[in-house]
Each structure stands twice: as structure tokens, then as C-alpha cells.
């Protein structure tokens, strides 16, 4: 029982935060919501922050899982088109963590290392995915420009969705299907002309 409120607990607040803006909401409102007592909210969580780092080990195992590189053979562009759909659909399930990750960080140091940890490793991940690329004979590009198409795509995978909230966008769905092609777009000048065909007609299928 104690678990199931815990775990009731951890997806009100998700919801909440996602929905409200994590500086809107606080413990109270999180147990109003449940109907339960503060007392009982802060017998599994010590403070707001508490219920925040729960939820971001939940998000860093779901990015640890997106981030695994292909095993015992390179990268192609499907692959990137998968790893992209499940950081963007896990950017998306905690796109609290996005939207208010300046205050978030601001006022927790472990979070602010572990977030640090995921943006390293995604960058050393695209960096890696544009060298095995190259190795591949997908693209052809000078080592600058991999390293530079690399970064680039980490930025706009990490920002899209706040882009996209600032623009008005309100389909989260549409939304993600934009930032994937936007990213995918960014090796479209460094494709040979097969993969650059290839990744047309992908395009075309995706967004129709």
C-alpha cells in the first residue's frame, strides 16, 4: 500500500509539474490533488525536491535506454530516426524538467550534475553516431563539420519542445514529428546522394 502511494505520489506530480509548471505547484497542491494529507505526502517524500530527483531517475533511465548505441555493427539513418523518437517522447514525459530547468538547476546541485551527465552523454553518443556515419560511408564530411553537426543536433533534440511551446504549438505529437525531421535534416548536406534520397522519402512517409 505504502508503495502504491508513493508511486500515486511520484505521477500526480508528473502530471502536475508537466501541466502547471513545476514553480506552481507545491506539496500541498500535489496532496490536495490525491486527497490525501500533507503528513502522508511527507512520509514518502522529504520536500518537493525530493519528489523532483525521484522523477529525474526516472527520466535518466528512460534517456540511458534511448541513448544505447547499436550493438556490434555502425549506425544508420533508422537508427537515428528510432533513437531520436524516444529521447524527443522522453523529453516530452518530463518536459517539466525543460521548461523550468533553469530554476530546477538553480537550486539543486545534485540535479544539476546529473542533468550535466545526460548532456554528456548524449553529446559523446551524437558525436559517435556522426563518426560511425562517416565510417559507414553515409556521409561525407571533414571531422569540424561532424563534430559541429553533432553538437547542433544535441541543441535543437534538447530545446525543440520549448521551441515549440514558445511558438504556440499544441500538438505534442506534431510537434515531435517536426523536431525529428528538423534534426535529421541537419545531415541531409553531408549525405551521399542514395542516403539523401533515402532520407526523403523517410521524411515524406513520416510526415504524411
Not at 505521477?11 to 509548471?21: C, K, R, V, Y
Not at 559523446?124 to 560511425?132: E, K
Not at 542516403?195 to 504524411?208: C, P
Given at each position: 500500500?505504502?508503495?502504491?502511494?508513493r508511486?500515486?505520489?511520484l505521477?500526480?506530480?508528473?502530471?502536475?509539474?508537466?501541466?502547471?509548471?513545476?514553480?506552481?505547484?507545491?506539496?500541498?497542491?500535489?496532496?490536495?490533488?490525491?486527497?490525501?494529507?500533507?503528513?502522508?505526502?511527507?512520509?514518502?517524500?522529504r520536500?518537493?525536491?525530493?519528489?523532483?530527483?525521484?522523477?529525474?531517475?526516472?527520466f535518466?533511465?528512460?534517456?540511458?535506454?534511448?541513448?544505447?548505441?547499436?550493438?556490434?555493427?555502425?549506425?544508420?539513418?533508422?537508427?537515428?530516426?528510432?533513437?531520436?523518437?524516444?529521447?524527443?517522447?522522453?523529453?516530452?514525459?518530463?518536459?517539466?524538467?525543460?521548461?523550468?530547468?533553469?530554476?530546477?538547476?538553480?537550486?539543486?546541485?545534485?540535479?544539476?550534475l546529473?542533468?550535466?551527465?545526460?548532456?554528456?552523454r548524449?553529446?559523446?553518443?551524437?558525436?559517435?553516431?556522426?563518426?560511425?556515419?562517416?565510417?559507414?560511408?553515409?556521409?561525407?564530411?571533414?571531422s569540424?563539420?561532424?563534430?559541429?553537426?553533432?553538437?547542433?543536433?544535441?541543441?535543437?533534440?534538447?530545446?525543440?519542445?520549448?521551441?515549440?511551446?514558445?511558438?504556440?504549438?499544441?500538438?505534442?505529437?506534431?510537434?515531435?514529428?517536426?523536431?525529428i525531421?528538423?534534426?535529421?535534416?541537419?545531415?541531409a548536406?553531408?549525405?551521399?546522394?542514395?542516403?539523401?534520397?533515402?532520407?526523403?522519402?523517410?521524411?515524406?512517409?513520416?510526415?504524411?
Amino acid at each position: 500500500m505504502a508503495r502504491q502511494t508513493r508511486q500515486r505520489i511520484l505521477d500526480a506530480s508528473l502530471a502536475m509539474f508537466n501541466t502547471q509548471g513545476e514553480p506552481n505547484v507545491t506539496t500541498n497542491h500535489i496532496a490536495d490533488e490525491l486527497e490525501i494529507s500533507p503528513g502522508n505526502l511527507y512520509y514518502h517524500f522529504r520536500n518537493k525536491d525530493d519528489i523532483i530527483e525521484q522523477l529525474f531517475a526516472r527520466f535518466e533511465e528512460r534517456m540511458d535506454a534511448a541513448l544505447a548505441a547499436p550493438e556490434g555493427r555502425l549506425p544508420g539513418l533508422e537508427d537515428i530516426w528510432l533513437q531520436l523518437h524516444l529521447v524527443f517522447e522522453a523529453i516530452w514525459d518530463y518536459r517539466f524538467l525543460y521548461r523550468d530547468l533553469v530554476e530546477i538547476l538553480s537550486r539543486n546541485r545534485r540535479l544539476r550534475l546529473r542533468f550535466a551527465r545526460i548532456l554528456k552523454r548524449a553529446d559523446d553518443q551524437a558525436h559517435a553516431v556522426m563518426r560511425g556515419l562517416s565510417q559507414a560511408g553515409v556521409m561525407r564530411a571533414s571531422s569540424d563539420e561532424l563534430a559541429a553537426t553533432a553538437t547542433n543536433v544535441l541543441v535543437i533534440a534538447t530545446f525543440w519542445l520549448n521551441y515549440a511551446s514558445a511558438r504556440g504549438d499544441k500538438d505534442e505529437h506534431e510537434a515531435i514529428r517536426a523536431g525529428i525531421v528538423q534534426v535529421m535534416m541537419l545531415l541531409a548536406p553531408f549525405l551521399r546522394d542514395a542516403e539523401r534520397l533515402h532520407l526523403n522519402t523517410l521524411t515524406r512517409a513520416y510526415i504524411e
